[in-house]
């Protein structure tokens, strides 16, 4: 024991080195699919096959290439495609020198050939590429490769490998996905990225039984390889529908929303409505990631019973643009002349940051007055939003018009507002106590959920 103890110690890992191998040691997604069939199909589709293909990283690459003289081409890569980095084949950062399993992104043999990591953020990996796997059994045996178990596969520490971004230059934290997480109650409770991204639980741990290749013995709990965020964008553009429709069931299941109405409120009166988002089932903030390209927003609408318009905000424009006085949940950096910008590779600074944390609740006010001609009663609805991000900027990337970002309806609240004068037995059928009761449904877990083992 004491021997393990320090033979550890006396070896910090050391993250692999560009150049360290060559694409051929790695082994072909082909040939895992073999065996691990239904894991292949639950990958594939996945952000993390697009990793490297990824049309929209395309184009923010060779931007940042750009404007840095090529000085980001191996940081970024190191995370898009890291068999492409540590094999050499980036540069140059048109792709020209890349393998074929390389431009699979983040895929199989890459996770499973991990064997330790150094740290957080940066793509710190260390790699072994070989005869063995490293996974979450200890008890694994396969006619095809021997099987290791790594503790760390199975914890947040080790999508925080990537899933921490930090500007090589200047420090500032760009993508804080995992330091958000380890300072929440999540971290506290146990619930790690896995238990989330490759269950079927989505906002908890919930066991997946199963078989994890052909001729393995039956478990408890195997993983899903469909980890998918709130990208629906790229999985659309790429045309991985299932894909898009488990990011979409992801946004919604999110966050919860309740307005908060009075009954009844005359002409001419003042009226203020409460609305409260909780970002109820994200391990990070609402948004994550790349957080200053997402965009998360609440439309507004007040109108009367003949769908006359009272107030209503957060609407789209003809160009796609949210309109002004909206407020968007997400964080805007500067550059180092402290102006906005959304080319994080020249950020060095953090001008605001209203991203919802996990478990956090913040409370909107919206303030109408009720018209002279108004049709009671009023209607009043509030639809929390999401999109991969702003329509010009893709509209600049790409040609305009070419790609409509998808606008996902993340949670709706509604509620009602009666003439004083109004006889109150006739205000139950639409009654406002019913607006918060859909979200609370969502929230219900009906599987059967079970603390999960660990090795
Ligand atoms: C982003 C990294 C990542 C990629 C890509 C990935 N895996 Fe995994 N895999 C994991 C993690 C993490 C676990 C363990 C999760 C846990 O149990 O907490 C795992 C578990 C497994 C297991 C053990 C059984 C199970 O499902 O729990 C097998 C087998 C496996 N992966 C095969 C594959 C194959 C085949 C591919 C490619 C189609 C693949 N993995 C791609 C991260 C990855
Ligand atoms: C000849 C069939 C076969 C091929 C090919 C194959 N595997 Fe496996 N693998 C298995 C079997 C069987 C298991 C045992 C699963 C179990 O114990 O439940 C396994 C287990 C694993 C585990 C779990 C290891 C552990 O200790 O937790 C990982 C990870 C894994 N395989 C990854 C891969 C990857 C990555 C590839 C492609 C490079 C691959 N496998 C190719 C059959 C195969
Ligand atoms: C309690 C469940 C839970 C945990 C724990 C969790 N997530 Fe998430 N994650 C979600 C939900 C729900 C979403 C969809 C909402 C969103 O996009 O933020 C999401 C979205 C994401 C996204 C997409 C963000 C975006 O908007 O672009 C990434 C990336 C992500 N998670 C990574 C991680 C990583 C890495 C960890 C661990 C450090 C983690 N998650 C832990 C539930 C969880
Ligand atoms: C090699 C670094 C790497 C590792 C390790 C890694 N990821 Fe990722 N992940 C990425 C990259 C890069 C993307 C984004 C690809 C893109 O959008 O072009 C991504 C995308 C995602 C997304 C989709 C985000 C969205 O907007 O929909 C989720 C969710 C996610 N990862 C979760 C995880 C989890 C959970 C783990 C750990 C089990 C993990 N990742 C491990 C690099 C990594
Ligand atoms: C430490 C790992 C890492 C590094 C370094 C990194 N990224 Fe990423 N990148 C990620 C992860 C993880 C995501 C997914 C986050 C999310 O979905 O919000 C991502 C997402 C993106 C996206 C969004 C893609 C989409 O489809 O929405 C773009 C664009 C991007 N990265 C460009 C870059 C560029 C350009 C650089 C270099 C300046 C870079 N990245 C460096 C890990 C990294």
Known sequence: MTMIALAFCAHAAEPTAPGEYTSDEFTSNEKCKSCHAITHIEWEGTMHSY?????????????????????????????????????????PIDGSQMSEIAKTGVNCDFCHTISESAGIGNGVFTLSPGDTKWGPFNDSRSAFHDSQYLELQTRSEFCGMCH???????????????STWKN??????????????????????????????????????????????????????????????????RLQKAATLEVDVPETASVGENVAVNVQITNSGAGHNLPTGVSEIRQIWLEFKAT???????????????????????????????NEKGNETIKFWLADRV???????????????YIFTIPEDVRYPVAVEATLKYRSAP??????????????VPVVDMVKSSGTIYDPESDPESRTENAPGFAGLSAIAAFIAIAQLFKRKRN
């Open 51 to 91: 990793a490297y293909t990824d049309p929209f990283y395309q184009k923010e690459v060779e931007a940042a290439s750009k404007d840095t003289d090529g000085l980001v081409d191996t940081f970024c890569s190191r995370c898009h495609t890291p068999i492409g980095v540590v094999a050499e084949e980036i540069p």
């Open 164 to 178: 921490e971004v930090i500007h090589p230059v200047n420090g500032l934290v760009i993508d804080d996905t995992y």
């Open 184 to 249: 929440s109650s999540y971290a506290d409770e146990d619930v790690d990225c896995q238990d989330c991204h490759m269950t079927p639980g989505i906002t908890e741990f919930e066991a997946n039984p199963g078989r994890a290749g052909s001729g393995a013995p039956k478990r408890e709990h195997i993983s899903q390889h469909s980890i998918v965020g709130g990208n629906v964008f790229i999985t659309e553009m790429m045309g991985a529908e299932k894909e898009k429709g488990l990011a979409i069931e």
């Open 304 to 334: 009367d019973s003949e769908n006359n318009r009272i107030y209503v905000t957060g609407g789209l424009d003809g160009s796609g643009s949210i309109d002004e006085e909206t407020i968007i949940y997400n964080n805007v950096l500067g």
């Open 351 to 365: 001008l605001a940051d209203n991203r919802i944390g996990p478990k956090e609740t913040v409370t909107e006010e």
């Open 391 to 404: 329509q010009d900027l893709i509209d600049h990337l790409f040609d305009d018009g070419v790609h409509e």
